[in-house]
């Protein structure tokens, strides 16, 4: 990119400029010669360039470098990293500058991204765990007691069903800004994700809780919930666990006020509940052994049903047929149950790999049996947990079942979330490396909500990246996911890497996705999860009614 160039005299004056200079900072020459540079920084008492030279750490190969801030005609702000060096022979210095602005914001809203919740400003997880832990610290003498609430808004699933995302993040919003009007001010108060919060109180009795949520229960009832002609008094049911020398890790407070926010709900909702070593151990048990049955059972009884969700081309004109495998499960009542609820206690069980097995399959033995879906399929992705990368007879079953499949393992990409990856990145390589041999693609799931997760991206033999729905649903009106969703796929691209968007909603997204490059999308606008075999139907169909061109 080109970049602007400054000459100063003995006096730190502007001897010369490009015409790029001209432009980049918005003014012309005549306001620019003769003046000094210190008059265009935002920060006036910031270093002039020839101080800089006195200040070895600035100095990188006879060139001292800084990025500092200069103020546009206009009124905004550029960040630009000066390469300052003397001339040989004069008193003069040349001044090499680049815009480095947009590099400046996403490193500060990455940093920002790090701690707070993008949606309502409150911390987020990542901080309220950071601060938690310096709780447990302070309590190890006896001396004192904190608290932790853990909050959960009682209607946003109906919401969420009944008006859209959009009604649900107004009210987690309207939620947020109510609970930072009645919380002590040394409170801190993070969103955790969906419809919870998280609130430490330092120094704080069992009383004092008490009467904190009682105000928080009270204060939600008198101030309903407005959007478009809905009126909603949104009520949340509070865990309390209070932090003294029995807390032994941040994990076990926080699972212990999540059980006591179980327990409020099941007495009812819109109330707290005060944590008690017994009530919880007994609900946990009780719910996850539920699931586990639930799966065992369906397991034993082939009640696991493929679905698929469709992924669209972007770029290239494939006639191909792309879709994800998804699973499901029917409870006695016969109504599907979603991943998201039984998966977490198959990890926790151990039988995570079970469930994988029987999708992949299922998955293979329907492709199997239909050759001439075969030949019409570009990519089917199977999603594995990452607990099933680790079970050494799960490794060996896929690879048995990829390699002795009729099916070209081209066609098939295995999933695993970015965070099962980096939690054993040893383990992941060695997995990977497996599968590619077969001639398999790899995927990487969620990828940024880990935010650290550039760097790794190296080491990973993978080849398609999908960019966590988090930052696409919105970047049709928010710049700054924008922003992320664009460095992430310029990332991968220069890694030779495939870009998928997940969570597409609407056709605005869309056209972004195709205007930044992104190769493929996925989301409601253009499929929601449908039983495998109907999605495999409808595909076809559109591709005979399709003319051809």
Known sequence: QPVMMITLDGNNRIQQVNQFAEELLGYPLDQLLGHRPREFYVDENAMIPRHILLQPQHKIRGVWRRDIEYRHADGSKIWIRENIRPLVES????????????????????????????????????????????????????????????????????????????????????????????????????????????VLMKDCTERDAVNVCRSIISMMSENPFLWDDIRLNLTCSIGIRLIDHTAASPQMV?????????????????????????????????????????????????????????????????????????????????????????????????????????????????????????EELGMCSINLSGHSMGNREFVEFLIDSLSDSSIPCHKICLEITETAAMSNMKQAIKFFTRIKELGCMIALDDFGSGLSSFGYLKKLPVDIVKIDGLFVRDIDVNEMDHVMVRSINDLAKQMGKHTVAEFVENTQIIDKLIELGVNYAQGYIIGRPKPLAELVEELRQERETEPLV
């Open 91 to 198: 008193d003069q210095l040349l001044i090499v500058g680049e815009d480095i602005t947009e590099t400046h914001e996403l490193s500060e809203k990455l940093e920002y991204q790090a701690r707070y919740d993008l949606l309502t400003d409150t911390f987020n997880r990542n901080h309220f765990e950071q601060e938690l832990q310096k709780a447990l610290k302070e309590v190890e003498s006896h001396m004192r007691t904190h608290a932790m609430l853990f909050l959960d808004l009682d209607q946003l699933k109906v919401l969420n069903d009944t008006a859209g995302h959009e009604a649900g993040d107004a009210a987690i919003l309207f939620s947020a800004k109510l609970l930072e009007d009645v919380l002590p001010y040394n409170a801190v108060l993070a969103r955790m994700g969906g419809d919870e919060f998280a």
């Open 254 to 374: 926080h699972a212990q006020a999540d059980a006591a926010c179980h327990a409020a709900k099941e007495e009812g909702r819109n109330r707290y509940h005060l944590y008690h070593q017994d009530d919880e151990d007994l609900r946990r048990r009780h719910l996850e052994m539920e699931c586990v049955n639930l799966v065992h059972e369906a397991l034993a009884n082939d009640r696991l049903e493929l679905f698929a969700q469709r992924i669209l081309g972007l770029d290239e004109d494939s006639d191909k047929m792309h879709f994800e495998i998804l699973v499901r499960i029917k409870n006695i009542q016969g109504e599907y149950i979603s991943p998201g609820i039984f998966m977490p206690a198959s990890e926790r069980y151990n039988i995570a790999h079970l469930i994988d097995r029987q999708v992949v399959s299922q998955t293979l033995s329907w492709l199997e049996q239909r050759p001439e879906v075969i």
